[in-house]
């Protein structure tokens, strides 16, 4: 409550830490740009050395500026809707498999508002695939108009942690990711249940924590 307090006393626009709104107040926002990304998953029964359950093939990507994000982007004034904008950037990102695979209101997540350095709002998609479409689309990903430019590379996101207690998933924490895409991974694989919650905690303390 005190921390409430404390915080709140802050004008919105000295906020750096991004926001969760809902859809419809974040739609009510003026002078604001809306991005969607989506974290596209499927499960798996695949192991790693045949040992290692890799349990769900989660989808991110390379960016331009060396940093991890989702595959998305900026909603345009031509886009009808949040959904319209992300399929036009899934097609324009990752490729013809967007001509059919639509993402639709079901697969809206959450919504986070920022102020600085410019006001956004970034909406969260999920939509779970079957493994022969995410394979699909990691083929054909090679065939998007923004390969090699806007995007340099699919990945997957390793959900294990090897022997040494670093390498899988704390490392890939380790990273760089746009924008609020890390916290958007943690709260995707937290909220569908994708990993426990103390698998969660366990990755990011070895991720923050790390000899190697
Ligand atoms: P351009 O066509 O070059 O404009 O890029 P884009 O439309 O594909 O936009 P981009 O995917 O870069 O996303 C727009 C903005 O949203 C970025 O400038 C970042 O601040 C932010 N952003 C990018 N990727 C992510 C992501 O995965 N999650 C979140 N939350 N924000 C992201
Ligand atoms: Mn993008
Ligand atoms: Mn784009
Ligand atoms: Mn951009
Ligand atoms: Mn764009
Ligand atoms: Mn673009």
Not at 42 to 51: C, D, N, S, V
Not at 80 to 88: C, F, I, K, P, T
Not at 138 to 167: C, I, Q, W
Not at 179 to 207: P, V
């Amino acid at each position: 409550m005190a921390q409430a307090t404390h915080y709140n006393k802050y004008p919105q626009e000295e906020r750096r830490r991004p926001r969760i709104v809902s859809r419809e107040e974040a739609m009510e926002l003026q002078d604001y740009r809306h991005a969607c990304h989506i974290m596209l998953y499927a499960p798996t029964i695949a192991k790693l050395f045949g040992r290692v359950p890799i349990r769900y093939v989660v989808l991110m990507m390379m960016r331009y500026d060396g940093r991890l994000g989702f595959p998305g982007g900026f909603v345009d004034m031509k886009d009808a809707s949040l959904e319209d904008g992300l399929n036009r950037e899934l097609l324009e990102e990752l490729g013809p498999s967007f001509n059919t695979l639509k993402v639709t209101e079901e697969n809206y997540k959450s919504s986070q508002v920022r102020e600085v350095p410019l006001k956004g709002v970034t909406h969260f998609f999920v939509k779970e695939l079957t493994l022969e479409e995410i394979e699909s689309i990691e083929k054909e990903s090679f065939n998007a108009k923004d390969h090699g430019s806007e995007v340099m590379g699919v990945v997957r996101v390793p959900l294990y942690t090897l022997r040494d207690g670093f390498g899988g998933l704390p490392a890939f924490l380790s990273n760089n990711f746009i924008g609020n895409s890390k916290s958007q991974l943690l709260y995707g694989l937290r909220s569908l249940r994708l990993l426990r919650e103390d698998q969660i905690q366990d990755a990011i303390w070895c991720s923050q924590n790390n000899q190697y």
